[in-house]
């Protein structure tokens, strides 16, 4: 009997135990922390060098333009023109008979002034000179007897030469109103609308010869020194993925910019074309139009067969040029002279041969 109440309370306090660790939180497992690995050591870069082919090159870009473009203007209300013989006056645009785009023939027209009544006093002078014609005619067919008989001859004379003048006057002015097509072309900007004021010698529109299409450039003048006519260039057009093949046609003009206009002459064709180089393509792509983006490459100096590293791998300090050569694990500087650079390599003339292993920066 006393041994089973000593079995009894021994089991009562075993399960006490056990329920006061089912309450006491059990202890939280060691965290691992990851592995630190030390910062790697940047490798600098190494190459062998070699031989080849160094060039000097000069780029430019700018757009397909034509060989043959005319700005076309209004002479109607120049100085010279004008029927008063006043100072320059602007007329309004009548009628524009092109838009952009357009393909015209030679001699078609393009656009009119409205001249208001000068049509109808140009036919009224042309009366008025004949009339003083047949006047002239009898005069000149009379043998002057006295002095005022030749008086009269000679006030004859110059009253045709007045009416002659004024229609000339009249007449230029006239032909000045209008404009027509001096070639077969296409019309690519339209200036005015109808309407519109116009002083003489404005640039109405545009006219090129799409057939005559070359590719227009502006360079660096340090670059434009080097350059001449005949010159390969290497062409990228827009859009278009193929390099190609041209030859300079023509260097920007000198002095075109200082050069002085005459007011009362036609435009000075001063312009963006005139700063450009021309190339011309050996083989222009289809479909290739004037406004397209473009940018040409020219080879000025090459040098075959020669050493040669990258720019990076040159160093210079405190008057010195070297290289830093690296036999097996032993490194050493050595110093280089250099001959043609471009924007990314460097001729070496004497320090290298060729072969070694060098470091960069």
């Not at 075959?304 to 990258?310: E, F, H, M, T």
Request: a negative charge; charged letters at 30%; one cysteine or more.
């Amino acid at each position: 009997m006393r041994s089973v109440l000593f079995m009894l309370g021994l089991w009562t306090m075993l399960s006490a135990v056990l329920t006061a660790c089912s309450i006491i939180p059990a202890e939280p497992a060691e965290e691992r922390l990851p592995d630190i690995e030390p910062p790697k050591i940047s490798q600098k870069p190494e190459m062998t060098v070699e031989r080849g082919r160094i060039a000097l090159t000069a780029r430019g870009q700018g757009q397909v333009i034509s060989e043959r473009e005319e700005n076309l203007f209004f002479s109607a209300g120049d100085k010279d023109a004008s029927a008063d013989g006043g100072q320059s006056q602007a007329l309004k645009l009548k009628r524009l008979a092109v838009n952009p785009g357009d393909t015209v023939r030679k001699g078609a027209l393009i656009a009119e002034l409205d001249t208001k009544n000068l049509d109808l006093e140009a036919e009224k002078k042309r009366d008025q000179l004949k009339l003083e014609e047949h006047k002239l005619i009898a005069e000149l067919r009379k043998v002057p007897e006295n002095e005022a008989e030749r008086i009269a001859q000679e006030q004859a004379k110059a009253a045709y030469r007045e009416q002659a003048r004024a229609l000339a006057a009249l007449e230029r002015t006239l032909a000045g109103s209008r404009i027509y097509a001096p070639f077969d072309g296409e019309i690519t900007r339209v200036f005015y609308k109808v309407g519109d004021s116009v002083k003489p010698y404005d640039p109405v529109a545009t006219i090129i010869d799409p057939n005559a299409l070359v590719v227009g450039v502006q360079v660096a003048d340090k670059d434009l020194e080097h350059i001449r006519v005949g010159m390969p260039a290497e062409v990228e057009i827009g859009g278009l993925k193929e390099v190609y093949r041209g030859e300079v046609v023509r260097l920007p003009s000198s002095g075109s910019d200082s050069a002085p206009r005459d007011p009362f002459g036609p435009p000075s064709g001063s312009d963006e074309r005139d700063k450009m180089v021309w190339i011309r393509l050996a083989s222009p792509p289809e479909g290739l139009q004037a406004g397209a983006f473009a940018r040409a490459t020219f080879e000025l100096l090459a040098k075959d067969n020669v050493v040669k590293i990258p720019r990076a791998y040159l160093n210079t300090y405190g008057g010195r040029t070297y290289v830093i050569v690296k036999d097996g694990d032993v490194k050493r500087e050595v110093d280089v002279e250099t001959g043609l650079e471009t924007a990314t390599e460097v001729e070496i003339i004497r320090g290298l041969s060729g072969g070694e292993r060098i470091i960069g920066r």
